[in-house]
């Protein structure tokens, strides 16, 4: 069983849910040493290690079981690498959990925009689920 830390869509139970079959619990989570940025052209984001000082604010899943690790694996694809970090749930605990990360021969994709949340959760979201071949 693994934590799992999600930035971008996976935050959202309507993409989390279509890529899992198990059920997790969660919490809002805190990813340092660490920047988003939006893909180029894409309504997803990437993590790229950057300063301690740096932060990305998210969505934890606790204990999740190998076969659902396998699904986020091939969801997230060839753009990313999981790595282990600690990560602060909001109840101040500090946890290690899997996050993904693009990979350095990947860095082409990023923008310089650091990726909208509020942008996705109201407009991202509907095309990221259209469009996506991930879920077929």
Not at 12 to 33: I, M, N, Q
Not at 61 to 76: G, R, S
Request: charge should be negative.
């Amino acid at each position: 069983m693994q934590n799992i830390f999600t930035y971008g869509s996976l935050m959202f139970d309507p993409v989390w849910s279509r890529v899992v079959g198990g059920e997790y619990p969660s919490c809002p989570a805190t990813l340092h040493g660490y920047q988003r940025f939006a893909v180029k052209g894409e309504e997803y984001p990437v993590a790229i290690p950057s300063s301690p000082e740096s932060s990305i604010y998210g969505r934890l899943y606790l204990d999740v079981n190998p076969q659902d690790v396998q699904k986020l694996d091939d969801f997230e694809g060839e753009y990313y690498i999981r790595l282990r970090a600690p990560v602060i749930c909001n109840t101040e605990e500090m946890l290690d959990a899997d996050v993904y990360v693009l990979r350095p021969q990947y860095q082409h994709v990023a923008s310089h925009t650091a990726w909208d949340v509020e942008h996705f959760r109201r407009v991202g979201i509907k095309a990221f689920m259209s469009r996506y071949q991930g879920f077929v």
